[in-house]
């Protein structure tokens, strides 16, 4: 039985990684155990800019802040919400490469120009083997075109790309005017990868404190479908890899995942859930599957589900939204 699969040009043994969360991939014990239960690879936290310059105001607190403070003072240690984080990221992840031999891929969200490509350059430095762009925006602005927001994501990956040599992938939204057509052009840019998509927290409403409540609740196999989606319309039609993340927990969610067109699955949801045997599970109820229903390997399977079987894909998914609201 063939599970192998090239994600960002690196070939895996099978289609399981786990996705980027800090709760999995913070500690080195958890990251041991994610490996020794069989993950593929590992995508760390994202790193934020507003931790980068969190980090610096900290240290200018710490220092030159307290050049005219009184000897008086009753203490001089920083803040504890101003606490660093990128250093301490660098280091983590090199940590992490010492700890692990699987594939370690980092995670960037930036602001500015400067931020994305910096900091790409230090994750690369510090050994990561692949980087993910975490290219999340909230589109609140009435100013801003989606055209203005498409082409400044468009910019950001053709700049990291020219800063640095690993393999590039940029984590989606789902929420774009024409999603197909943009991830084209990203393609065209030269990512290596698309990842799809992001999950977006939930907001709800406190009427009487007046207050904006906002949770993300762990995911289960019913937010696939999204993602589902998504990957068909891309599989066969842009030479990046394709990685799909949120509602993967079952090994059937994986063989539908890997039909539609994608080269892996990211978990989060379904290992918090479950812990990191839950991939042993996974792998051994994909082989299983595979075995029942003569499929030799992976490669055979994917994208046999994918928009690129229907000659005009707008025409077929009109007819069938059609048919499911007359």
Known sequence: MNLTTTYLG???????????????????????????????????????????????????LYNDGHD????????YFPDPLLAPGPDEY???????KRAVSIPVIASLNGVTAGGWTSYARLLEEAGADALELNLYHSASDAKISAGEVESQMIEIVRNVKRE??????AKLSSRFTAFANFAA???????????LFSRLHTVDIDVLE?????????????????????????AGRVKASLAITGGVHTSLDVVKATMTGAHVCQLVS??????????RMLRAGLEMWMRENEWESLAEMRGNMSFQKIPDPSAYEREAFRRMFR
């Open 270 to 279: 379904a290992l918090l859930a479950n812990g990191a045997d839950h991939l």
């Open 164 to 169: 640095i040599g690993i393999p590039v992938a």
């Open 185 to 195: 052009q990203l393609d065209v840019a030269g990512v290596d990868g698309l990842v």
């Open 10 to 60: 690196i070939k895996l043994p099978h289609p399981l990684i786990v996705g980027a969360a800090g709760a999995l991939t913070d500690d080195l014990d958890s990251v041991k155990q994610l490996e020794d239960a069989g993950a593929a690879a590992l995508v760390l936290r994202s790193l934020y800019e507003e931790e980068i310059t969190g980090e610096q105001m900290s240290g200018f």
């Open 210 to 234: 007046f207050e904006v409540l906002r949770s993300l609740e762990l995911s289960d196999s019913s937010a696939l479908q999204i993602g589902l989606r998504g990957i068909a319309a891309l």
């Open 90 to 96: 660098l280091e983590h992840l090199r940590r992490v």
């Open 68 to 75: 005219d403070s009184s000897p008086e003072a009753g203490t």
